[in-house]
C-alpha cells in the first residue's frame, strides 16, 4: 500500500487473533521505530516487551480492565528514559544537569516518535496497533513491575496484533482548522468544528448502532472539563523528572 494511504487507514484495534507474530518480525518493526529521528542523537527511549501473562493481567487491571493488554499478541511499555543519558556522561566522566525540563521533554518526544514510527511498520505489515495511555492511571505499580530505575518513566503502552476486527477509520479535524497559513487565524475554527462535531455525531451513531449520540466538542469538555492524572507531577518529580 502506498505510505500515505496506510496513514490515512490507521485505525487503532483493541481486537485480535490468537496467532503469534514472529520474534524476527517483531525486532524489525521495534528496529524500525528506534531508526525515527531522535533529538540531538540522544535516543532516549526505552521499549520494554512483556511477556509474563501475570505482569500483562497486571498491566490491563491498572489501565481500567482494558483486555486488549492481555489478548494482543505482543505487548510493550515504550518508556522515555534519562537513565542511561545519565550514565553516558558518567562514563565520559561528566554528570548530567538534574531536573531539566526539557531533557523531559527530549526524552518523551523521542519516546513518541519511536513508537509512532513502529506504529508505522507494524500496519505495514497487516498488524493493527492500540496505543495504552492508561497505564498512566497508576504509573507507580508499573514502574515497580517492570523495575524501572530513576530518571526513566513509562509513557504509555502498546498493544500489536493481528487484528480480529475492521473498524472504521476515525474522522479527524479538517486541515481547514488544524492547517493554518502564516499565522494562528482562528476566526473561523468555530463554525468548522461545528461542521465537524456533526461528522463526529454521525460517525458515533454509526459505529453503535445508534447508541452513542457525542460529538468532539462534548468528548472534549467531558475530559478537559475534570482533573487529569492530577498524580503526574508528584510521580515525575519522584522518579527525578523535577522540572528546572
Ligand atoms: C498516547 C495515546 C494513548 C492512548 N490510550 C489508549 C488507551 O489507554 N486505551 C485505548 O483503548 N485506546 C487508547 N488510545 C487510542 C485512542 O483512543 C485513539 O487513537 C483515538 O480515539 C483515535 O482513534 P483511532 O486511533 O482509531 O484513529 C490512545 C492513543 C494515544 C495516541
Redesign the pocket.
Known amino acids: 500500500m502506498d505510505v500515505i494511504d496506510l496513514l490515512n487507514a490507521?485505525?487503532?484495534i483493541?481486537k485480535f487473533t490468537e496467532a503469534s507474530i514472529d520474534d524476527t518480525m517483531v525486532e524489525s518493526i521495534i528496529g524500525a521505530g528506534l531508526s525515527a529521528a531522535t533529538s540531538s542523537n540522544l535516543q532516549g527511549t526505552t521499549v520494554i516487551r512483556v511477556r509474563n501473562p501475570e505482569t500483562r493481567t497486571a498491566i490491563a487491571t491498572l489501565?481500567?480492565g482494558?483486555a486488549?493488554v492481555e489478548t494482543a499478541a505482543a505487548f510493550f511499555v515504550w518508556c522515555a528514559d534519562l537513565h542511561r543519558s545519565a550514565l553516558a556522561c558518567e562514563m565520559d566522566g561528566g554528570e548530567m544537569s538534574p531536573g531539566m525540563t526539557e531533557h523531559f521533554m527530549i526524552a518523551t518526544i523521542d519516546c513518541?516518535l519511536a513508537t509512532q514510527t513502529a506504529v508505522v511498520a507494524a500496519e505495514s505489515l497487516g498488524l493493527g496497533i492500540?496505543?495504552?495511555?492508561?497505564?498512566r492511571n497508576d504509573p507507580q505499580p508499573v514502574a515497580d513491575l517492570l523495575e524501572l530505575p530513576d530518571q526513566v518513566y513509562p509513557v504509555?503502552?502498546l498493544c500489536l496484533g493481528w487484528p480480529a476486527q475492521d473498524?472504521q477509520?476515525?474522522p479527524r479535524l479538517p486541515l481547514s482548522v488544524t492547517l493554518k497559513e502564516e499565522v494562528y487565524d482562528d476566526s473561523n475554527d468555530v463554525a468548522r468544528i461545528g461542521d465537524y462535531d456533526e461528522r463526529m455525531r454521525a460517525y458515533y451513531l454509526e459505529r453503535t448502532g445508534g447508541k452513542l449520540d457525542r460529538t468532539w466538542t462534548s468528548d472534549m469538555s467531558a475530559l478537559l472539563g475534570k482533573e487529569s492524572r492530577p498524580h503526574m507531577r508528584e510521580f515525575l518529580a519522584r522518579r527525578g523528572f523535577t522540572m528546572r
Open positions: 490507521h485505525r487503532s483493541r489501565a481500567g482494558q486488549h513518541a492500540c496505543y495504552i495511555g492508561s497505564i504509555f503502552g473498524p477509520t476515525q
